[in-house]
């Protein structure tokens, strides 16, 4: 099976367009969104009813900890966050609404564990940023493979069987072999929002069949994304973060 990973969505139109055409070349049999398809950008109804559509059609998704803010107010947020997810509360229907506030914080696919954040506090969005903040997620679970997002930057961690935890350079666009002698954590970028310095839309695909897993990346039109964002009213840092990718 080639599974097909993306996550931090956040309502980013035109880079899931080009994450869902760039995958639609390669063979993919199966999508999973590891949550935040909203927050920040400027289409969410737009996002959402895609994603809908996807999950209607065999794609598995977790809930982000924007998706939940939509409904549950204690969901911390910083300002910024805050006045994007307030405009994008006034833009979705209630099927939509609810849709969001029924995700689940994980699912499981054979040896595999989708979380939108961490695997210990699915629910408390601890960012995954180092050895010692990926322990706790090898720790509590025995997935072979466990895939989150929520950094907006990818990075790649092992777990080897004496529970040592390791950093890797994550490689982009060559299939990096997912070797049984270790357990592996992957945080993958974000399609919405990239923060590690590049615009560029990012995600992942598995091949259960070869076991590797390749970080891909997308260009699309990040000044349509901007405009868009700006024309809305939403907060400027959120257009200018998108067109340098920070
Ligand atoms: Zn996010």
């Known amino acids: 099976m080639r599974l097909a990973l993306m996550t931090d969505i956040h309502a980013n139109r035109e880079a899931l367009e080009a994450v869902l055409s760039d995958a639609g070349r390669r063979d993919i049999d199966k999508f999973a969104i590891l949550g935040d398809l909203v927050g920040y950008g400027p289409d969410p109804e737009w996002c959402v009813s895609r994603v809908q559509a996807l999950v209607g059609a065999g794609a598995v998704c977790v809930q982000g900890n924007h998706d939940a803010a939509v409904s549950d107010p204690s969901v911390s947020l910083n300002g910024v966050a805050r006045k994007a997810l307030d405009w994008t509360r006034q833009r979705l229907d209630a099927a939509q609404t609810s849709f969001l506030a029924a995700l689940p914080l994980t699912q499981t696919l054979g040896d ?3 979380v939108h954040a961490s695997a210990n506090d699915p629910a408390g969005w601890i960012y995954v940023t180092s050895a010692s903040r990926a ?4 720790r509590v679970c025995d997935a072979r493979l466990i895939f989150c997002g929520h950094v907006h930057r990818p990075q790649l961690l092992t777990c ?5 935890v390791r ?3 994550v490689p982009m666009g060559a299939p990096i072999p997912l070797l049984r002698s270790r357990r592996w954590l992957a945080v993958l970028g974000a399609v919405g929002q990239p923060r ?4 560029a839309a990012g995600y992942a695909v598995l091949d259960t069949a070869t076991n590797d897993l390749t970080f891909r990346r997308v260009s699309y039109d990040v000044a349509t994304t901007a405009r868009k964002l700006r024309a809305a009213g939403l907060p400027e840092p959120l257009a200018e973060r998108l067109l340098a990718g920070k």
């Open 160 to 164: 080897d069987a004496r529970g040592d």
């Open 167 to 169: 950093d890797h350079n």
């Open 196 to 199: 590690d310095g590049s615009p």
């Open 112 to 114: 595999v564990l989708l």
């Open 135 to 138: 322990m706790p997620s090898f």
